[in-house]
């Protein structure tokens, strides 16, 4: 099975808001830090945010003040809320944790923004 599945993509009008779930299998423990990339057709994948366990969220200068990272460690979840979006928004938003050993990703889940 998929060991990182996300959910919450869709279509949306600009300016509204989509909240993502990224749900991790609980086979994937000592978890250094949790994040969210995202790509768009033609362009480089890019970081939107990312949590280090022991640290303080970041986030990407395009979202800052519109997108909030969070995590419930219980149930192995990151989530990405994002409001007042933007047609520039729009990709495939994957999320990913980082272990000791290796990152895993999930299959990503589009985001479609339109004008």
């Known amino acids: 099975q998929a060991q990182l599945v996300e959910s919450g993509g869709g279509l949306v009008q600009a300016g509204g808001s989509l909240r993502l779930s990224c749900a991790a299998s609980?086979?994937?423990?000592?978890?250094?830090?949790m994040g969210w990339y995202r790509q768009a057709p033609g362009k480089q994948r890019e970081l939107v945010a990312a949590w280090p366990t022991r640290g303080r969220p970041n986030y990407a200068d395009f979202v800052k003040g519109r997108f909030t990272i969070s995590r419930d460690n219980a149930k192995n979840t990151v989530y990405l809320q994002m409001n007042s979006l933007k047609p520039e928004d729009t990709a495939v938003y994957v999320c990913t944790f980082e272990t000791l050993e290796r990152d895993y990703w999930g299959q990503g889940t589009q985001v479609t923004v339109s004008s």
């Open positions: 609980r086979s994937i423990f000592n978890i250094n830090g």
